[in-house]
């Protein structure tokens, strides 16, 4: 009668176990699952905010060449009205 016993309160904690582990097990992936969605927007977020300041940064470098450009031209301009005055 003992022997039955003991097999059947083993088998019945054993069951308790896998059932309590099945449980934590759902509830970690659950928390990965999670994890990595709020990770992936993070990136997202991040990924777009870089393009943003990417964006800006080239339009900022856009500007400098024009005002280099302009600046290059006026240089032209007065070496010319140099080499002018110094023809005449």
Do not use: A, H, P, Y
């Given at each position: 009668m003992k022997e039955p016993l003991t097999h059947a309160i083993k088998k019945v904690t054993l069951e308790l176990i896998y059932q309590v582990v099945d449980?934590?097990?759902?509830?970690?992936?659950e928390?990965?699952?999670s994890i990595k969605k709020r990770q992936e927007e993070d990136f997202r977020y991040?990924?777009?905010k870089i393009d943003t300041q990417i964006g800006q940064v080239?339009?900022?470098?856009?500007?400098?060449?024009?005002?280099i450009s302009q600046l290059n031209q006026r240089i032209d301009t007065v070496i010319q009205l140099l080499i002018n005055i110094k023809e005449k």
């Open positions: 449980e934590r097990t759902s509830e970690i992936l928390e990965i699952k991040l990924n777009d080239r339009g900022e470098i856009g500007q400098v060449r024009n005002e």
